[in-house]
């Protein structure tokens, strides 16, 4: 038998990424190719890169130069690059980066077999960056084997985006906003729940303007929810991101109403002044972004929220930047990510000639302030918890080692917490929702301990309003 060649990926960035690896698997695995769990041993490496700040772009880069000797030693050995940096920079990037032998962008994946005879055929160096037309956009189902799925799985409802965020370049990397039809989602949250996911989440860089359906209202996000959350089987549904403009009323009533929504939120807010978002075309301000979150938490009170922040926008002058800081203290989010301005080439914000102003020390003196007064507010927020009992959805083995076992809340928080003596039992675990007493609080997770049997899943019940038991 001919033996199997071998991948390495090695992944940069987003959900989107995350889900594209997944295919690639899937394609390679149909051209013979089987995963493997470093550069060391593969035939064919790929990283797939990230583009959204200069940082993500330098990581891909050094990966690629610390395959230089190993590409050496081993000429047969072939490096691509894939993802938002190939897609940006094209046959740039090919320069810049000796080792790769070809790059290719994300709507290049489906054509990942040919691009491979095409580079074996000749072995000369080419960039793959076509973009697929809106109207010719087909989204690739997913094709796990029983093996690949966990008890999470992603599954993707969009492409690309339509914003025009001043300091964004994913619109130019990932071209127009394409939405995938509700079937197709609908049927691959069946195929990953038949083979054992228990929790989805539906991505895309703006899944509240998802718009495949034709609901009399334009609110087929919301409708989309209600068609998953009818998928039997199914126990917890997360999505993201969403954008604050395009949150609806009736998006919020789905967290409080369907089956299977989980009580975690992330609506990136970027910035607490209303003067800093208009720079950056976000397209709402401070006050109408509180409001509608304080309409979401008034139907559902137990909701954890998140958000992005970005520090030292062009022009953000220090009275702009306490408004991020009160409005921080005002929400209390439950956690938040946080990042400097990084210009990028091809954003809006370069035609509107928005200078990259603030220096870089300041830049990271409002970062530091900012984590510093998120990391008082995430303790006292998960110290909520401390003394409760909760439903944790189990994902399996716990990073901590020491022979735990994690799961997460409703509200996404991570729980660790010890095992049953009987390791055949702590598997069977695994995709159980069970409840856990928490009993104390870590920077960013909890530490529970298992007070009973798992919960009957009641699969088509009519909503559970209680994430938190007791
Ligand atoms: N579609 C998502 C965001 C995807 S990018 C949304 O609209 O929320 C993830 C986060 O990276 C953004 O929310 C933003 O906080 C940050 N980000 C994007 N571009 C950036 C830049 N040029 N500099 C710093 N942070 C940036
Ligand atoms: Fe970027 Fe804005 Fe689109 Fe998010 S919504 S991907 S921040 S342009
Ligand atoms: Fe990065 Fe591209 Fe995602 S730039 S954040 S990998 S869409």
Same mark, same amino acid.
């Given at each position: 038998?001919?033996?199997?060649?071998?991948?390495?990926?090695?992944?940069?960035?987003?959900?989107?990424?995350?889900?594209? !690896?997944?295919?690639? !698997?899937?394609?390679?695995?149909?051209?013979?190719? =089987?995963?493997?769990?470093?550069?060391?041993?593969?035939?064919? !490496?790929?990283?797939?890169?990230?583009?959204?700040?200069?940082?993500?772009?330098?990581? %891909?880069?050094?990966?690629?130069?610390?395959?230089?000797?190993?590409?050496?030693?081993?000429?047969?050995?072939?490096?691509?690059?894939?993802?938002?940096?190939?897609?940006?920079?094209?046959?740039?990037?090919?320069?810049?980066?000796?080792?790769?032998?070809?790059?290719?962008?994300?709507?290049?994946?489906?054509?990942?077999?040919?691009?491979? =005879?095409?580079?074996?055929?000749?072995?000369?160096?080419?960039?793959?960056?076509?973009?697929?037309?809106?109207?010719?956009?087909?989204?690739?189902? =997913? &094709?796990?084997?029983?093996?690949?799925?966990?008890?999470?799985?992603?599954?993707?409802?969009?492409?690309?985006?339509?914003?025009?965020?001043?300091?964004?370049?994913?619109?130019?990397?990932?071209?127009?906003? %394409?939405?995938?039809?509700?079937?197709?989602?609908?049927?691959?949250?069946?195929?990953?729940?038949?083979?054992?996911?228990?929790?989805?989440?539906?991505?895309?860089?703006?899944?509240?303007?998802?718009?495949?359906?034709?609901?009399?209202?334009?609110? &087929?996000?919301?409708?989309?929810?209600?068609?998953? &959350?009818?998928?039997?089987?199914?126990?917890?549904?997360?999505?993201?991101?969403?954008?604050?403009?395009?949150?609806?009323?009736?998006?919020?009533?789905?967290?409080?109403?369907?089956?299977?929504?989980?009580?975690?939120? *992330?609506?990136?807010?970027?910035?607490?002044?209303?003067?800093?978002?208009?720079?950056?075309?976000?397209?709402?301000?401070?006050?109408?972004?509180?409001?509608?979150?304080?309409?979401?938490?008034?139907?559902?009170?137990?909701?954890?929220?998140?958000?992005?922040?970005?520090?030292?926008?062009?022009?953000?002058?220090?009275?702009?930047?306490?408004?991020?800081?009160?409005?921080?203290?005002?929400?209390?989010?439950?956690?938040?990510?946080?990042?400097?301005?990084?210009?990028?080439?091809?954003?809006?914000?370069?035609?509107?000639?928005?200078?990259?102003? !603030?220096?870089?020390?300041?830049?990271?003196?409002?970062?530091?302030?900012?984590?510093?007064?998120?990391?008082?507010?995430? =303790?006292?927020?998960?110290?909520?918890?401390?003394?409760?009992?909760?439903?944790?959805?189990?994902?399996?083995?716990?990073?901590?080692?020491?022979?735990?076992?994690?799961?997460?809340?409703?509200?996404?928080?991570?729980?660790?917490?010890?095992?049953?003596? &009987?390791?055949?039992?702590?598997?069977?675990?695994?995709?159980?929702?069970?409840?856990?007493?928490?009993?104390?609080?870590?920077? *960013?997770?909890?530490?529970?301990?298992?007070?009973?049997?798992?919960?009957?899943?009641?699969?088509?019940?009519?909503?559970?309003?209680?994430?938190?038991?007791?």
């Amino acid at each position: 038998m001919e033996k199997k060649r071998r991948v390495y990926i090695q992944n940069f960035g987003c959900q989107m990424n995350d889900y594209d !690896v997944e295919r690639m !698997v899937e394609i390679l695995r149909a051209q013979g190719y =089987a995963a493997c769990a470093s550069a060391e041993e593969a035939d064919l !490496v790929v990283l797939n890169s990230c583009a959204i700040r200069e940082k993500s772009e330098h990581k %891909v880069q050094s990966a690629a130069g610390r395959l230089k000797e190993l590409k050496a030693a081993r000429p047969g050995m072939v490096l691509a690059i894939a993802g938002c940096v190939a897609q940006q920079e094209g046959a740039r990037l090919l320069k810049r980066v000796p080792t790769a032998d070809f790059t290719f962008g994300p709507d290049q994946i489906p054509a990942l077999p040919s691009l491979l =005879a095409r580079f074996s055929d000749g072995r000369r160096r080419f960039s793959a960056t076509d973009v697929i037309d809106v109207e010719d956009y087909a989204f690739l189902d =997913a &094709d796990p084997e029983p093996g690949d799925v966990k008890v999470t799985a992603l599954v993707t409802i969009q492409k690309g985006c339509d914003n025009h965020c001043a300091y964004c370049i994913v619109p130019h990397t990932r071209g127009r906003e %394409v939405s995938r039809p509700a079937d197709e989602v609908v049927a691959e949250v069946a195929r990953f729940v038949a083979l054992g996911a228990r929790e989805v989440t539906l991505i895309g860089q703006n899944v509240n303007s998802y718009h495949a359906i034709g609901t009399p209202d334009g609110d &087929d996000f919301a409708e989309l929810l209600r068609r998953v &959350d009818a998928v039997p089987g199914l126990v917890r549904l997360r999505y993201t991101t969403s954008h604050p403009k395009d949150f609806t009323e009736k998006v919020a009533e789905a967290h409080r109403d369907l089956r299977t929504m989980t009580s975690w939120l *992330h609506l990136p807010v970027q910035s607490g002044s209303t003067r800093t978002l208009r720079r950056m075309v976000r397209g709402y301000t401070r006050e109408e972004y509180l409001r509608k979150l304080e309409h979401a938490r008034r139907l559902s009170p137990e909701l954890s929220l998140s958000t992005d922040i970005i520090v030292g926008y062009p022009g953000e002058t220090d009275a702009e930047f306490d408004e991020t800081l009160s409005l921080l203290a005002e929400v209390e989010y439950d956690n938040i990510y946080s990042f400097g301005y990084s210009e990028r080439p091809d954003t809006p914000a370069l035609k509107l000639k928005l200078k990259d102003d !603030v220096p870089a020390e300041v830049k990271d003196a409002r970062l530091q302030q900012v984590q510093a007064l998120q990391r008082e507010i995430t =303790a006292r927020r998960l110290g909520r918890f401390v003394g409760r009992t909760a439903e944790v959805l189990v994902e399996g083995a716990s990073r901590s080692g020491a022979g735990q076992l994690c799961g997460r809340l409703s509200g996404n928080e991570m729980v660790n917490f010890g095992e049953p003596a &009987d390791p055949s039992r702590a598997r069977a675990l695994v995709g159980q929702l069970i409840p856990v007493r928490i009993t104390a609080t870590r920077a *960013h997770t909890l530490v529970g301990e298992l007070t009973g049997a798992p919960i009957a899943l009641a699969l088509a019940s009519p909503p559970r309003r209680l994430k938190v038991v007791a």
